[in-house]
């Protein structure tokens, strides 16, 4: 906790490594980079290369710099942020978080690289009484200031 906000669910290894069983498991009895990534529970959206507007997905809006990741995850919730994880940790893949969309050098993707966007992802819970805030990676203050 610093001056009173709290960061958690953080997309980590280790934080894999305590994924929900059906996560673990559907991981596990995937057979190729692709088939890992569309088998993860609840189905968030995945574009792989040959994807319609893969290009535009896979680097942002706004860049001066193109990459050609190898696939990008729009993740809603933990669970799929892990599953990614483990997929991109299965088949030695680099996983990179991709969350205020304001890299000009697309540094939020990466050739061969597995892009876990957190735009989706962007609920922001205050308690008042604690004086704690839980804020999700893909917040932007644009939209929750507004």
Avoid at 53 to 69: M, V
Avoid at 94 to 117: K, M, Y
Wanted: net charge positive; proline share 6%.
């Amino acid at each position: 906790t610093i001056s009173g906000l709290q960061s958690t669910g953080s997309a980590t290894a280790a934080g894999a490594a305590e994924a929900p069983v059906q996560v673990r498991q559907s991981v596990q009895q995937a057979d190729t980079f692709k088939s890992c990534l569309t088998s993860i529970p609840g189905s968030p959206l995945v574009r792989l290369p040959g994807s319609p507007d893969y290009r535009t997905y896979g680097n942002g809006l706004r860049i001066i710099r193109w990459q050609s990741p190898a696939a990008v995850v729009y993740a809603e919730d933990a669970a799929q942020v892990q599953a990614a994880v483990l997929c991109a940790t299965k088949f030695r893949v680099q996983p990179i978080p991709r969350a205020g969309g304001n890299s000009f050098e697309a540094l939020s993707s990466g050739n061969g690289a597995l892009v876990i966007d957190l735009t989706k992802m962007s609920a922001v819970d205050v308690a008042v009484p604690q004086m704690t805030a839980t804020v999700q990676g893909g917040t932007r203050i644009g939209e929750k200031m507004c």
